[in-house]
């Protein structure tokens, strides 16, 4: 694998020796605004985080964070990251796997007992599913809730609206019914008017002006 050019040492030297450990579980690496970024093969995550975490040259013991991106154009529309940290090296790694709506992605708990909400979260946000997970369910929302609102296809007001009814005394649920229609703006700039009265604007008293 050709390793990008890396101007901090210490992460050149971490290119080298994932590259020479986990060369068979990793695509691609990259290095931008100081910081490497590991893309994996999505079968072999698991592999490559406890060789991450277990091996004496690298040691990142510490999950930051897990979290899903989406991007719709793609054919494999979701990414999963994660985010480690090496007190031995006292350096950060970003790794990165891709996974579309149906394929699973491997959890990797067994490895990083912290990574257990942040794959619920991903679940819950996205739709990435998560296999060996624990118990993989719903932790943000609701449980009678439909749908993942962090994707770029969730629609803004959702599908249904919470209200507790004093009748049944109890929450329901019902479609979403929106009082107003959305607005719209026929101007560019939002610093400027449009070029009919607007309500209750004092059309005389701008004249005498």
């Keep these: ?15 080298e020796i994932i590259d020479a450990g986990m060369a068979g579980a990793v695509r691609s690496m990259d290095y931008a605004h100081g910081e490497l970024t590991v893309l ?10 406890r060789f991450l975490r277990d091996d004496s040259q690298t040691m990142f013991w510490n999950i930051i964070d897990l979290c ?6 793609r054919k494999e529309r979701f990414e999963v990251v994660y985010h480690l940290l090496s007190p031995r090296l ?15 992605v491997p959890s990797i708990t067994e490895i ?35 749908g993942h609102p962090l994707r770029k296809d969730f629609p803004l007001t959702g599908y249904v609206e919470v ?22 703006f026929d101007f560019e700039s939002p610093w400027l008017g449009p070029d009919y009265p607007l309500p209750n604007e004092d ?7």
């Design 90 to 104: 006292n350096a950060r790694l970003r790794v990165k796997v891709s996974t579309d709506e149906e394929t699973p």
């Design 163 to 184: 209200r507790y009814d004093d009748e049944v005394k109890r929450v329901v649920y019902e479609p979403v019914n929106l009082r107003q229609e959305f607005r719209e």
């Design 112 to 146: 990083y007992p912290g990574a257990n909400w942040y794959e619920r979260e991903a679940w819950d946000m996205y739709g990435i599913l998560f296999t060996g997970h624990p118990d993989l369910r719903r932790l943000l929302t609701d449980y009678g809730f439909e």
């Design 40 to 49: 994996a093969k999505r079968e072999q995550i698991v592999e490559l985080m």
């Design 203 to 209: 059309v005389g008293a701008e004249k005498k002006s």
């Design 68 to 73: 899903g991106v989406d991007y719709p154009q």
């Design 1 to 15: 694998m050709a390793l990008p050019k890396i101007d901090d040492e210490t992460l050149s030297e971490l290119a």
